[in-house]
């Protein structure tokens, strides 16, 4: 009897240990899914080298959605602004939009000026284009509205070897930035970044922290730094919210006459 008990007892300690080793088991998976959710650091493409899937362009005196002249296509991998079909640009400034909004993230891309300015476009605009961020939703855009509400990442390229011209600077359409605790309301602000000629690509980075702050890079340098965007100032069609903080919005990429291309488009939500 008592050799029975003994036997009996010490199954019992078995089945409890073969017990607590498969729950464990069966806890694994879970515990790995949990860690991964967790994860912060992972680049997401947003443009499939292939169509305009997920983009919405607006252009200045058409309706939100319309890609007057095919302004935006995709060729070998590329987004290109494109103006073979123009015989003039006549201020028809446009943007090309993504799906949807961001708050706090890094945006990273490659691009580079190609060819000649289009006849028509204005002086200032020769080897410029720019990346919206914070902008308003594209199709809360009026049909003749210049330029989306945002901030502007503005891209330049080197016109004259003997006079710098930097990129990656601050532009505020419709809006204003704080810089050394100073409301800044001048629309450009140029960046300390080097001077790039002709059709090389440029790496930009540019990381956003909601309405605190944000950098831009160029080639894996920081060029420029600033925080607090607000609602205002020069081509502020949202007259109503004067003075709000740009806590988000959605992020487009320019056409302003000159041809120019973008590729290896990806983000990076920070949560």
Known sequence: MYFLQMKT?????I??????WMAGCQHAPESKEKHMHKEKDTWVSIFNGKNLDDWTVKIKGHPSGENWK?????????????????????????HIFYKMPY?????????????????????????????MIHSQDPASMGIDQDF?????????????????????NLCTPGTHATIDNEL????????NSDTYYGDQWVALEIEVRHDSLIKHFINGKEVMQYEKPVIGGDFN????????????????????????EFKDIWIMELK
């Open 70 to 94: 095919q302004t935006f296509l995709v060729v070998d991998g590329t987004l290109k602004v494109d103006y073979s079909q123009y015989e003039n640009f006549n201020d028809a400034f446009g």
């Open 15 to 20: 089945l409890a240990i073969s017990s607590f």
């Open 9 to 13: 007892n010490i199954y019992l300690i």
């Open 103 to 131: 708050r706090d993230y890094r945006l990273k891309l490659n691009y580079r000026f190609t060819g000649e300015q289009l006849q028509g476009g204005q002086g200032w605009a020769k080897r410029n284009s720019g990346v």
């Open 184 to 191: 800044v309301t001048t629309h450009c602000i140029n960046s």
């Open 237 to 260: 069609t949202l007259t109503e919210l004067e003075g709000t903080p740009l806590k988000n919005g959605y992020i487009s990429l320019q056409s302003e006459s000159h041809p120019v």
């Open 148 to 168: 989306p509400v945002s901030i502007e990442v503005q891209l330049l390229g080197g016109l004259d070897k003997n006079e710098p011209r930097s990129t990656a």
